[in-house]
């Protein structure tokens, strides 16, 4: 056969392709979790605890039992018969911590009991019913006092409330020891320094709020002995492991699945009590069950993100070398640790690196029980952290010495030409280019510019100012050796019958457009049109295996794994195309895909079209020899380390002189992650991560009081940015492909929320450096910019 | 347990009767009852939009109005906003402009972006950010979704 | 999310409201938009057994004028206030404030009878009805009550209504020469502190002053002092004296987690000054 | 959070004392009181409908008389817990004469746990305020009746 009348197809990769998960989203027609009905199915409710620590001395459910359409009601020492302890997914000793409290409670929002009604409304009654009598003990809600001797301790065998400690220092790890080498040579940098930088710094909590609630419906079939579980989760492979154990059953008896999922930011990684009890009373009940989280709910429960108190001291030499780098960490963990929860802080101090040269360092960090809801990852899950203390810590060693914000961090740089680059803290950035992208952010901002706009206006007595922050993250996060739950990804790529292509990816998307950058991918290896191409996730029963999407992982992981099991589908395609091409004696090598055909490179007369040699692959006849029919092939992708993105953000900050409100005029991203498939989705992750990385600086916290209740458990009191606190982004960037995976891409997800927080900060420090300020605490409350101001008499 | 309460709200286009709890939540009785299940629950006390459907065409928050206080009216929600196979403007303008990523807030934030341009056909930028001020997003940082309001108002005025 | 079982009855009229009200005593409540009551409900802070839909009910609705004088149905939304030609015109303090109040979908639903009877202490109309010196019409078993605003706001959800009787609307004196001003908590948009300020002016000279502070305290209320010192005041420049001390004078202060005592009193004098200016800027 | 205060009333300090610690006044003088009974010597159980408008609820309450110093102070715990969550209160009473009357200072550290304490904080400080208010009214006016 001869070349067919095809049209050319142009390359997808780079291009802003729309998402092809689009008309579902836009049309109402997705399904989400709380959109899955089954016959018979049952409703779950919570009674959780309203007190912040007690231990619980009678729980009556006489009367929730009682009522109509009240199926079941049980008490957490109950359901520890069916239900063991919950697992984490980190190295660290963990306190028992049972799905439902079965003796004490520990933050307020902790179950202590479980309702299954015919409907939600009845549950919801059923469990306001529940009375539940405690014995109050004193609530530790400050880290600092946790630690005190005497202080009120939640878990026995943690000692003053410490769940981890760890220190490294001096001029590095010594791998065989794992203890820190000679550390003279910090105190050492520290008294040698023509100048220094000390200061406390809260990184408040968090409440990561994605938009779509948590939620499980779990359907136990006792005749299949098989359990389904659909849940609101960023990795249903994990949920599959963890609640096959739990139950006492194989993974070969458990399906996950992770439907559309309404964003997560981390706090879907965890697998929660929840999913346990309905799969537990999916069990007990023999119907299928439904819990669908409401917001307040969301609030107590879901893990929390941030919450590390630093106590960061910075050394220089007055021509703004930096020499020397203290931490002491004190991550505020909550009541439990959960999957990821002792995990996250120590990336905090692997990260505080930076993009600078540190000739030495020294990192403590202590991890503390208090009353409070547990933390996990968010968005940057420890980076934004590490970030944070070091950019403000740099830019206040700036302040100092009456050095322009960008010129001081020009100087300490990690040189482009010193990649990879080995940190202090042991890991080894993969690739870098530090001052072009500090040059591009300059210039897209109008840096000179912005100084000129921000005199002008002080001049007329308003108070403004510019911040500046350049940050390095970790992503990819992998290999196996330093990923608890497995560094790898898997995918699966099927050549069907007519030449159109299923791929599977265990990277299960929850907003970040995998369906498309996937096909495009695809369509691209192939040469084929992006239609033809369907990308599967999310359900374990369709996807092999998988890790799951968090740690901005989807593409420079799972891509990795899609690109390569491509290959081998491509590969074989290739075999089949040869054999159908015998008649020319073509050798598998000599092929390429394009334009819909598998041709000989240069030759495009000599080629079979690509749904024809799929058609052929799957009835073979005569099938070449050696080879099995089909064209389906996977990949379990490990990468051989991180990858290391980075990027300059650069904002403008107003502040009301009489009120304190602060206002975001200007923000400038110019970030580098590498290769990019598809900049208008890239756009999009940087833009949603701005936006949190700036509701952390300006709006949000996690308040309790000093009893450990709650006071910013709703939408009412926990302050998001809406559209109108908001400018209009203006991004730009870079490209510095990381050598550790075929595709170039380093990864983007977090970038926006790990370098926009300081540098916002950075910015209102500088519009009230006129007053005397030298540091605030986040987030920027009008009142606290307003006592800044009023404690220079209001004047600058 | 209360009394039933009959309704009759038009919906989409076709009239729905039922018997409902007067308790029942207008965003239950559509999602539940009518398994419309476009729109969306994602807070409990009426900030974040995700709810939002258009009452006798006035955008409402779904889950701050008793089903039976729709008794007589016509709701309008995501699933009929495409007339037949085509998309409405702003449906159009939100997948071109990538006004999306996890498409949880997205049909509450289209049907208070119906209402904005209903009221206001040529918007500013000020005036969109104003508009969607009652729907949260937590994925997009809202600029994409200002384009796609633009979008679709430049398309709906051509029209 | 899901409020406690209740009893339903749509009222016809405001008269088969009235005698619903009185049938059904003290566990009664009113509902018309639902915007102040569906979400405590929802919240279980509040269970009424009963609810009267007063929804709609053509009785409660209208914005008219009638020499000089601006009557509002208790039944119309904000946004139908916010859109109002008429007060655009004559009353724009008004149609502005009703305009800022929560956001687009809540003043679609939400009614301005419902935001006085229910009166939060963050609520924006009650100042502006205060500063206006407002009349609230309300209807009971023994026929019509008119009471003043600042008579109506008690205390702290607490108006001069009894439990059988029905807000049907507010009028006031036309007036262009008044303003609102707030500091809004950027969750809840509820005001921080709001202030209403309305003038009587005379060239630059302000010859009387209302003005009423909303979120400060426990309930809208006149700020007396700024009154007095704004009449025979010259304006816009007098305005900061006159209301520098409006924060002190007040009684009781809210405090919470968006604003301290201290800030809310030093917000109420920059927000009465604001309001105030703004006002002189229309005369 | 702190609520204090002072009140003036017309009567001696001996006589506000014991209507003060009156279990039949105090009854009437709280607001919503539904029963109320004394469980042991100083120790009170009650159930109450409190609210405030439409955010009304019913509450079982436990009061407990502490460090009674006749007729100068006595200090009270009060505890309440409903639906929405529950009021613990710690209040010190002391009791001054003045001119003719008597003038009580109180100041007592309140705690609200659950819903209470999650959406009702910014109503709060106005709402016990409000509340304390009614109980003294009713105080002041039981100290009227019997100096009558």
Known sequence: MTIADGPALPKLIGERVKRREDPRLIQGQATYVDDIKLPGMLHLAFKRSDIAHGVIKSIDTSAAAEMEGVELVITGAELAEHLGPMPIGTPFPAPDHFSVATDKVRYVGEPVAVVVAEDRYLARDAADAIEVEYEELPAVVDPEVAMEPGSATLHEGFERNIAVESYWGGTGVNPETAQPEDDSAVDAAFEEADVLVTQRMLNQRLAPNAMEPRGVVAQYETGREYLTVWSATQNPHILRTLVAAMMGLGEHQVRAVAPEVGGGFGCKINIYGEEYVAAALSRLAGAPVKWIEDRTEAFLTTTHGRDLLGYIDLAAKSDGTITGLKARIIADIGAYEVLLTAMIPTLTGLMMNGVYRLPVVRHELTEVFTNKTPTDAYRGAGRPEGLYFLERAVDMLARELDMDPAEIRRKNFVPADEFPFATQSGLVYDSGNYEPCLDKALEVADWQGMLAERDAARAEGRIVGVGLSFYVEVCGLGPSAVVPTGGWEHSGVTVERGGKVTATTGASPHGQGNETTFAQMLADHFSIPLEDITILHGDTSVVKQGIGTFGSRSQAVGGAALISAAGKAGDKMKQFAAALMTDQEVSPEDLVFEDGRIQVEGAPEVSKTFAEVADFAYVPVPLPPGMEPGVSEESFFEPENNTYPFGCHISMVEIDRETGEPRLLKMVAVDDCGNVINPLIVDGQVHGGLAQGIGQAMFEEVVYDEDGQPVTASFMDYVMPRAADLPAFELDNTVTPTPVNPLGAKGVGEAGTIGSTPCVVNAAVDALAPFGVTHIEMPLRPERLWRLIQENGGQS | MSEPVPITINVNGRKRSAMVEARLLLVHFLRESLNLTGTHVGCDTSQCGACTVLIDGHSAKSCTVFAVQADGAEVQTIEGLADGGELHPLQDGFWEEHGLQCGYCTPGMIMSAVNLLENNPAPSEAEIREGISGNLCRCTGYQHIVNAIQHAAERMAQS | MIPTAFEYRKAGSVAEALTLLQEGGPEAKLLAGGHSLIPMMKQRLAEPGLLIDIGGLDELRGIQETDGEIAIGAAMTHAEIAASDLLRAQAPIVAETAANIGDAQVRNRGTIGGSLAHADPGADLPAVMVALDATIALLGPNGERKVQAEDFFQDILTVDLGEDEIVTGVCFQACRSAAYAKLEQRASKFALVGVAAALSLDGGTCSSARVAVTGASSHAQRLSGVEGALAGASLPDGAASAAAGAGEALDFVNEDLHGSEEYRRAMTAVFTRRAIEAAAGRG | ?148
């Open chain 4, 1 to 148: 959070m702190e609520i204090k205060g002072e009140q003036e009333f017309n009567g001696g300090r001996e006589l506000l004392y014991e209507l003060l610690l009156d279990p039949d006044v105090l009854a009437s003088a709280l607001p919503g009181v539904e029963r109320f009974e004394e469980v042991a010597p100083d120790r009170y159980e009650s159930t109450m409908r409190v609210g405030i408008a439409s955010v009304r609820g019913t509450y079982t309450g436990r009061v407990e008389v502490l460090e009674q110093s006749p007729p100068e102070s006595y200090r009270l715990r009060i505890e309440g817990s409903g639906k929405p969550g529950g009021i613990r209160a710690d209040a010190v009473v002391d009791l001054s004469e003045s001119g003719g009357g008597t003038t009580m200072h109180y100041r007592a550290d309140v705690k609200a746990r659950g819903t209470i304490a999650r959406l009702g904080g910014r109503l709060l400080g106005g709402v016990a305020r409000l509340l304390i208010g009614q109980f003294f009214k009713s105080i002041e006016q039981q100290v009227d009746d019997r100096a009558a």
